[in-house]
């Protein structure tokens, strides 16, 4: 079996400077993250912590950072016991202008045998990245009172 | 009908868009609204199960023909789809393009799935797999904020190399009884 590779492309009409900001700015992730706000210093090899209320929910160390082209992180979510122990994937956001928009492209691999967290970000990303799309085009974020339920993996 | 139940799903994109299932469904079987986010082609349906499905070029030209095998407005369209307006496409078998639309939060999530009858190259599952992303996000663009987006894109090239390949050997024949 070969491991499981999650890639998912969106295009937004914005600047892949814009793009990457949103990407790599505390109060963007926030806001287009359903609560999940980012912090870093950003240089490579440095940690990477998401905090949802105080809660840390998602952890890495940065990979790649060649703005406003490309940023990679490990991946290692800490909110739900099934997942911690798993071994940190890696998620890679490839930034290309396109005329006025911008082609992005998320592609998430490097996951644990039998892992629990691809299904989980299989979910997650598809929510994620249309939040972040409204927010650069319109200003305001997708709504996501089930976001916490659905990561969670129920489908009640 | 077309018996749905052969598609195995090959490729399903997903998008989540702030606005009401009602106004997917429009946009997905309108055609004002589908020349804006579908590289120009206009829906042109018969708005019944069992009904013709057409998208077609600007000049009435056919670009996809198929059948509509699920017409439950707003929630679920599926239909058959043969891109006839393409050298040798038109020789492949016909594809299922599924729609799913459901209420998500204040959002609404929209599913496309491509399922397919035979066991197709991922060279020819390219082609949906470059397009679909253009075509959701636009479709998105325009309900959230009336504009569309302008992306410009051919079939990729190892994808005609394929497509080629697969009518001159039929390698869906030899999967019949």
């Given at each position: ?37 980012a ?10 912590e ?18 406003p ?7 290692r979510?800490?909110h ?12 890679v ?7 006025d928009?911008v082609?992005?492209t998320v ?23 249309s ?25 009640s | ?10 490729t ?7 606005t009401t ?36 070029y ?8 198929g ?16 891109v ?5 496409f ?23 799935t ?16 470059a ?23 051919g ?17 869906w ?5």
């Amino acid at each position: 079996m070969s491991k499981p590779v999650f890639v998912y492309v969106t295009y937004i009409a914005s600047t892949p400077d814009k793009v990457f900001s949103a990407l790599t700015d505390h109060d963007a992730t926030g806001k287009f993250w359903f609560g999940n706000a980012a912090t870093s210093d950003w240089k490579v090899g440095s940690p990477i912590e998401f905090h949802r209320e105080g809660k840390l929910i998602l952890q890495g160390n940065i990979l790649e950072n060649d703005p406003p082209r490309r940023l990679s992180y490990s991946f290692r979510p800490m909110h739900d016991p099934q997942f911690a122990g798993e071994q940190p994937s890696r998620v890679v956001f490839e930034l290309e202008p396109q005329k006025d928009q911008v082609k992005l492209t998320v592609t998430h691999d490097d996951f644990a045998e039998d892992t629990k967290v691809f299904a989980s970000i299989s979910n997650g990303w598809p929510l994620v990245l249309s939040s972040l799309k409204s927010y650069l085009e319109t200003n305001r974020v997708l709504r996501a009172p089930w976001y916490e339920k659905q990561e969670a993996g129920s489908c009640s | 009908m077309i018996d749905g139940t052969k598609f195995k799903p090959k490729t399903v994109y997903v998008t989540y868009i702030a606005t009401t299932p009602e106004k997917v469904w429009q946009a997905l079987t309108d055609p004002a609204f589908s020349k804006q986010y579908f590289f120009g082609f206009a829906v042109d349906l018969e708005p019944r199960a069992g009904g013709a499905f057409f998208l077609r070029y600007p000049d009435g030209r056919v670009h996809v023909r198929g059948e509509i095998l699920d017409w439950s407005p707003p929630r679920r369209f599926a239909c058959t789809w043969l891109v006839e307006g393409m050298k040798e496409f038109g020789e492949l078998p016909e594809c299922l393009v599924t729609y799913d639309i459901e209420q998500a939060g204040e959002a609404v999530r929209l599913t496309m799935t491509e399922s397919h009858s035979w066991d197709v190259p991922d060279a020819i599952l390219a082609g949906g797999r470059a397009g679909w992303p253009a075509i959701l996000s636009s479709l998105k663009s325009v309900l959230e904020t009336g504009k569309p987006l302008v992306v410009k894109m051919g079939p990729p090239a190892e994808m005609m190399e394929a497509v080629a390949r697969a009518v001159a050997e039929k390698p869906w024949l030899k999967s019949l009884p």
